[in-house]
């Protein structure tokens, strides 16, 4: 499956984006799809997931509160809703989709298969 991340751009602090991860192959429902940021010289590391089976959501704990995930599978487009952002939200974003990932390794993102380009979130104070 092919994935296109869009939606980034630059916002002052409590603003809000929304970013979208589109995929190509129609049984995209059955794809755990995750987020996750690098910012620079960090590491990259976990936002938010749901799940393929039952629309499970997850969410890093310093997210939690100010980010939604969701997903419209008639579109095969997963959503991260992101308010209140914050200055150390700023990062590139990539989305990510595994069809077989285990729900003990779903903020890991070596469980996931497939990736979108990433898309430059910057937040100004």
């Known amino acids: 499956v092919q994935l296109q991340a869009c939606g980034g751009g630059s916002v002052h602090t409590g603003g809000s984006l929304r970013l979208s991860c589109a995929a190509s192959?129609?049984?995209?429902?059955?794809?755990?799809v995750a987020w996750f940021r690098q910012a620079p010289g960090k590491e990259r590391e976990f936002v938010a997931g749901?799940?393929?089976?039952?629309?499970?959501?997850y969410y890093e704990d310093s997210v939690k509160g100010r980010f939604v995930i969701s997903r419209d599978n008639a579109k095969n487009t997963v959503y991260l809703q992101m308010n209140s952002l914050k200055p150390e939200d700023t990062a590139v974003y990539y989305c990510?989709?595994?069809?077989?990932?285990?729900?003990?390794?779903?903020?890991?993102?070596?469980?996931?298969?497939?990736w979108g380009q990433g898309t430059l979130v910057t937040v100004s104070s």
């Open positions: 990510a989709a595994s069809a077989t990932v285990i729900l003990s390794e779903r903020r890991s993102a070596r469980a996931y298969e497939y």
């Open positions: 192959d129609r049984t995209s429902s059955r794809y755990t």
């Open positions: 749901i799940m393929r089976s039952g629309g499970r959501s």
